[in-house]
């Protein structure tokens, strides 16, 4: 038995063995090197999966299975992409009448028409409902500025005036 079996491995083919032995650690070693910079660079606890990853096979395929989605760098700049949008979106508003979304210079809604803003009488700017005077131009605002003299021209008329004496 020793004769035939020793027939059958001949120094080529234990070369061949020892070279796929050595493969299959370099692969084994490389795997858990992988596994440790993987889960470093998406977060997570890279010492313990390294450790994991230590199990043949097994350790790798749990690794894979159980990863965190998405690289840390990747997250990052998903959260700057949304909080640019949410910027962005701050440039816009939304009818009070439709709820329909417009921007901060319109003056009509584009839905339902609705009168969002004044203009300027002078300049032609779009002004806030609550100004009494265009910022660009300067000028007063045509209907604001009697409406806020109006509650001051009546408490004058309803106060009692004194009376001199002679």
Not at 43 to 71: D, H, S
Not at 118 to 135: K, M, Q, R
Request: glycine share 4%; aromatic share 8%.
């Amino acid at each position: 038995m020793s004769e035939l079996l020793s027939q059958l491995i001949t120094p080529e083919i234990q070369m061949a063995f020892t070279v796929v032995v050595v493969l299959l650690v370099i692969l084994y070693i490389l795997s858990i090197v992988w596994v440790a910079r993987d889960a470093y660079l998406r977060g997570t606890y890279w010492y313990v999966w390294g450790i994991v990853a230590l199990v043949p096979l097994v350790g790798v395929i749990a690794y894979c299975l159980l990863r965190p989605p998405l690289l840390l760098i990747d997250r990052d700049e998903q959260e700057l992409e949304v909080a640019l949008k949410q910027r962005q979106l701050m440039h816009y508003g939304e009818c009070a009448n439709c709820g329909y979304p417009v921007e901060a210079d319109y003056v009509l809604c584009p839905n339902c028409h609705q009168r969002l803003k004044n203009l300027c009488s002078h300049c032609g700017h779009a002004l806030e409902p609550s100004w009494t005077v265009c910022p660009y131009c300067a000028s007063p605002v045509a209907g604001q500025r009697q409406a806020r003299r109006a509650p001051q021209v009546q408490a004058q008329q309803r106060a009692p005036r004194p009376q001199r004496s002679e």
